[in-house]
């Protein structure tokens, strides 16, 4: 049986999770495109620099290992810290 306070209780819980929670999404959601979008620049500068013959795409491969383990430190900064 629902009561009134635990009906107001429910609203707060819910005001309170959108207030807080929708805009860490958001900025979630932006900051995944925008490591999409340096990804997809970093591998386009790869390909450049081995048509230009200014090294193999070996060479190349600690600048797109360096921006996969700079995506793996930010999800998890975002899953530890909190507010």
């Known amino acids: 049986m629902w009561t009134f306070e635990t009906r107001l209780t429910q609203i707060a819980e819910n005001w ?5 929670c929708l805009p ?3 900025n ?5 495109k925008l490591e999409e979008q340096t990804l997809a620049k970093i591998k386009s500068r790869i390909e450049d620099k081995v048509m ?3 090294g193999t795409w070996i060479d190349w491969q600690y600048l797109l290992k360096a921006a996969e383990l700079l995506m793996k430190v ?9 507010y």
């Open 16 to 20: 309170w999770l959108r207030l807080l």
């Open 24 to 26: 860490q999404w958001e």
């Open 28 to 32: 979630h959601a932006k900051s995944l």
């Open 52 to 54: 230009k013959n200014s």
């Open 74 to 82: 930010d999800d998890t900064c975002s899953m530890t810290l909190h």
